[in-house]
């Protein structure tokens, strides 16, 4: 399969329920893709700035001050020592490194690529991009012989669910067995809601209670889109195994893929100041609180959810339907049908709204809470 083989974007489908919810008096509540609406960090910007005279190539490895500043913010917020500069990569966003990776690694047809069941559509889209087969499985038990690169997701997207250090250590001795790369996609471990995780760290697949202290296969994927408000940067990093890291590395200097240096220069600031990260979460916190008791008095279940940007959420109809109801409140959501074939009575609600338009969907859905369902 090539570029010219994908499906059409799938967001495209979205676009009749957006007029639809854009007629509302008050106007479109856009709950459907996570996209920051908060101002960038002053201590970001004013970094970026400073940086402006970039005249010379960035090198795609990354500064010092910057791959220092991703090791420490592992062993700051994530509780993984003794990572150096051999361990950590910048990359242009995430996105592009969980499309790429299959290819980075040198997998094609025959190859299998494991991705959550509730999953972010571009897992499967890397596989198929070089003809590697994608399956959607949580059970290490059900990950195939042939599988060599296993997507974890925790915090996941859609769906909120965190996995616990068992879960993770589980799926590393899995991969390793099936001498598969695992790849785990941590962007949202800032954003804990619920016990535990309101109070301690989600783990990473890094963390020395999954790895026994051995890095070997595995690889934690990170983007500073969500905690530092930096979606247009194209700011995210890799971490792990310096055998896969320098692979990579080696390829990516090939393809070009290097991050601009005042963006590289804004992300170690941004990975030094946690003060700006706690200010974002409590945003989110507010608007998660306002939106998740309305969200369930019109009739939906919310689902997993206990950290990340997102509710997961059902009335128990297909996701269309629920998504045709939101749209005529005024309110945009995600369906289920994106994330895979295993939930299509879900849909997605992201957090990321102004506080004047999360309120404003809590009250519609109030209003409409005496609505046969």
Not at 201 to 210: E, F
Request: with cysteine.
């Amino acid at each position: 399969m090539g570029v010219a083989d994908l499906a059409d974007y799938p967001w495209d489908a979205v676009a009749p329920y957006a007029a639809r919810a854009r007629s509302h008096p008050d106007g479109l509540v856009d709950l459907s893709i996570g996209s920051p609406v908060d101002a960038t960090p002053a201590v970001v910007a004013d970094a970026l700035r400073a940086a402006t005279d970039a005249h010379a190539y960035p090198q795609t490895v990354g500064t010092p001050a910057l791959r220092a500043a991703i090791a420490n913010w592992y062993d700051r917020r994530r509780g993984v020592p003794g990572l150096t500069p051999e361990n950590v990569l910048p990359t242009v966003g995430s996105k592009e490194l969980v499309a790429l990776l299959p290819l980075l690694l040198g997998l094609g047809p025959g190859d299998v690529v494991v991705h959550p069941r509730a999953a972010y559509p571009t897992y499967e889209v890397g596989a198929r991009l070089v003809g590697a087969t994608p399956v959607a499985a949580d059970d290490p038990a059900e990950w195939p012989e042939g599988t060599r690169l296993v997507w974890v997701n925790s915090p996941g997207n859609p769906d909120g669910r965190v996995l616990d250090v068992d879960t993770l250590s589980a799926a590393v001795g899995r991969a390793r067995g099936l001498g598969a790369v695992l790849a785990s996609d941590e962007c949202y471990a800032e954003l804990g809601w619920d016990a535990p995780w309101d109070a301690e760290p989600v783990p990473s697949a890094l963390d020395p209670r999954v790895t026994g202290g051995d890095l070997r296969g595995i690889l934690s994927v990170y983007s500073l889109s969500k905690q530092s408000n930096l979606a247009g940067y194209r700011a995210a990093f890799l971490a792990g195994d310096p055998v896969v890291i320098a692979r990579l590395l080696t390829a990516r200097k090939h393809l070009g893929l290097m991050l601009p240096l005042p963006v590289q220069t804004a992300m170690t600031a941004a990975l030094d100041d946690d003060v700006h990260v706690a200010a974002q979460k409590e945003l989110y916190r507010r608007r998660r609180d306002v939106l998740r008791p309305a969200v369930e008095a019109a009739g939906f279940r919310i689902d997993a959810s206990e950290a990340g940007l997102y509710l997961w959420a059902t009335e128990g109809r297909d996701a269309w339907e629920s998504l045709g109801r939101l749209a005529d409140l005024g309110i945009l959501a995600g369906p289920g049908h994106f994330y895979g074939t295993h939930f299509p009575q879900h849909v997605r609600l992201s957090l990321t709204a102004t506080d004047e338009r999360i309120a404003a969907a809590a009250e519609r859905l109030r209003a409409a809470s005496d609505i046969s369902i």
